[in-house]
Structures are given as C-alpha cells and as structure tokens.
C-alpha cells in the first residue's frame, strides 16, 4: 500500500494528541487536517524528533510514543514527504 495522509500519518494523532496539539497553538495546527500537517511538516518532525521529543506531549491515556513508534512515525513522516504529500 502506497504512503498516505489518512492511511498512515492521521492514524498516528489519536483525539487526545490531537487535542493537545490544537490547545498548544491555539487552534492552529490540527493534526486531522491534511493541509495543515503538509504545511507544517518541518515543524511536527522539529517536534516529534530527538532530542526535544516535545510531542506527542504527556497527559493522554495512550501516554507518550515509545523509541519504536516515534522511529517508525518519522520514518513514515519522510516516506510521505519524499512522494510528495499524498492525501
């Protein structure tokens, strides 16, 4: 199955991170929102990556992603940059 938007990066952003992220910014990024994840790609990787890992942030059930998830996220997150973005 080919790298997409709602097959494999949305299903990363449980309703809580999600929620998290929108009370984070404001209201700016939503994590469900296909464009705005594109749009602030290089930011949500800054985020998720070593050393920072500054999100997914603390406080849901799920708690935070372990090495492996965050590894097979970022590589997920770079796959679906390199085929340029699709939904």
Same mark, same amino acid.
Request: glycine fraction near 8%.
């Given at each position: 199955?080919? !790298? =997409?938007?709602?097959?494999? !990066?949305?299903?990363?952003?449980? *309703?809580?991170?999600?929620?998290?992220?929108?009370?984070?910014? =404001? =209201?700016? +990024?939503?994590?469900?929102?296909?464009?705005?994840?594109?749009?602030?790609?290089?930011? !949500?990787?800054?985020?998720?990556? *070593? *050393? &920072?890992?500054?999100?997914?942030?603390? =406080?849901? &059930?799920? &708690?935070?992603?372990?090495?492996?998830?965050?590894?097979?996220? +970022?590589?997920?997150?770079?796959?679906?940059?390199?085929?340029?973005? *699709?939904?």
């Amino acid at each position: 199955m080919a !790298i =997409g938007f709602l097959s494999h !990066i949305k299903p990363y952003f449980t *309703p809580c991170y999600r929620a998290h992220m929108l009370d984070a910014t =404001g =209201g700016d +990024l939503d994590l469900w929102e296909f464009d705005n994840v594109k749009d602030q790609w290089p930011n !949500i990787k800054s985020l998720v990556s *070593p *050393p &920072g890992k500054r999100m997914p942030r603390v =406080g849901c &059930g799920e &708690g935070v992603w372990d090495d492996l998830t965050r590894t097979q996220f +970022l590589k997920d997150f770079e796959d679906w940059k390199a085929a340029q973005f *699709p939904a």
